[in-house]
């Protein structure tokens, strides 16, 4: 099974900006996608962005124009570049691989945006 390792999480303040990597163990374009999605206390696993293996791009809503998913093939990487950060973006920031509609997901790296 893929392991997923996120990193890039830390404390900014509101209007910050502040990028994700999430190191897959296996090729990426071995998946049919990836993407991020991120949990806060209290609340239900939220989809934030999605990257198919052919490269077509979707966002949630609340992210898009703030958010930005790439990928690095040659570094089985994907990153989350986030720009004006909010404090209810406050929250633990996960990616997944996805594969055959099966989604692995990795343990987050948290991200805490200060008012």
């Known amino acids: 099974q893929v392991q997923l390792v996120e990193s890039g999480g830390g404390v900014v303040q509101t209007g910050d900006s502040l990028t994700l990597s999430c190191k897959a163990s296996e090729n990426i374009l071995s998946a049919d996608a990836m993407g991020w999605g991120r949990e806060a206390p209290g609340k239900q696993r939220e989809w934030l962005a999605h990257?198919?293996?052919?490269?077509?791009?979707q966002y949630a809503d609340i992210v898009k124009g703030r958010f930005t998913i790439t990928r690095d093939n040659a570094k089985d990487t994907v990153y989350l570049q986030m720009s004006d950060l909010k404090p209810e973006d406050t929250a633990n920031y996960l990616c997944y691989f996805q594969e055959i509609g099966v989604n692995t997901w990795g343990q987050g790296t948290q991200v805490t945006v200060s008012s």
């Open positions: 990257m198919s293996r052919l490269g077509v791009i």
